[in-house]
């Protein structure tokens, strides 16, 4: 056996690792976006356009915050395919300003208004998307003085449940930690009861704004 055959051997059965971002895995996290965009589940034709889930929810963070970012990847070494994500950023007023300036414009004018139905209504309507994804200040909590951050984290099916979420959220913890950010929040759907059993398990807990429509959770990244 050659020598790199060895260590690909060897990589392999180490099983997933996370890195860093690179912008090379851009399309393979608005991939696993859409793959994990409905209620934790496949969004994949739910809205006219693919892209949608994506360019609100994932791509807006690795192009603001890329070294807030970090992937899981397959067994196989840190060449091998990305599976999951955690997607971070530590201030998320200056977030909002930079969405506003950067982000916004673009995407209206790429999605000026809804497409043709898809037949599959989702509660998060495509209007109501695309509201979202022209308009900053939804991101702006009560809480943004005490809880500055926030995050999004995905992962496909196949690497969900083996511990990996949680080294996601302790990895981007500690990345936040050591900038001196305090404290982190997240927003989620209401229907994704895995995702909430999840956070709870990892000790978020609800913060005042948190209703039971729209669940909003913090955490110390200490
Ligand atoms: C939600 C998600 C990020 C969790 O990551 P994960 O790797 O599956 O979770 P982990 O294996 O790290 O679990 C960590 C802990 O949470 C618990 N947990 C995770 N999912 C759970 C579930 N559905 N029900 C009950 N407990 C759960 C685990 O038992 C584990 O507890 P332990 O560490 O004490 O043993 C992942 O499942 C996922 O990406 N789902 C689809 C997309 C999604 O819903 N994203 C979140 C949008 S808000």
């Known amino acids: 056996m050659t020598a790199a055959r060895e260590r690909s051997d060897a990589a392999a059965a180490a ?3 996370i890195r860093p971002y690179r912008p090379a895995d851009r399309d393979a996290i608005a991939r696993i976006c859409l793959l994990t965009a409905a209620g934790g589940g496949d969004a994949t034709g739910v809205y006219s356009d693919d892209t949608l889930m994506p360019e609100v929810y994932a791509l807006p ?3 603001y915050a ?13 060449e091998a395919p990305v ?4 997607l971070g950023v530590a201030d998320t007023a200056d977030f ?12 209206r004018r790429r999605h000026p208004t809804p497409g043709a139905p898809t037949g599959r209504d989702p509660a998060y309507s495509e209007a109501q998307l695309l509201a979202d994804g022209g308009d900053p200040e939804r991101m702006r909590i009560p809480e943004l ?23 996601l959220i302790d990895t981007l913890r500690a990345a936040l930690a050591e900038r001196g950010v305090e404290r982190l929040h997240l927003g989620m759907d209401a229907a994704n009861s895995g995702a909430r059993a999840f956070y709870d398990r990892l000790g978020f807990h609800e913060l005042p704004s948190s209703t039971p429509d729209a669940p909003r959770l913090g955490i110390g990244t200490r």
């Open 96 to 107: 909002i300003e930079w969405y506003r300036r950067e982000w916004a414009p673009g995407f």
């Open 61 to 63: 963070y690795v192009d």
């Open 83 to 86: 599976l999951g994500y955690v």
């Open 145 to 167: 003085d005490d809880y500055p951050a926030h995050l999004h984290i995905d992962l496909l099916p196949e690497l969900q449940g083996r511990g990996l979420g949680r080294l």
């Open 66 to 78: 890329p070294d807030l970012a970090f992937v899981v990847v397959g067994g196989g070494g840190d």
């Open 15 to 17: 099983g997933p690792v």
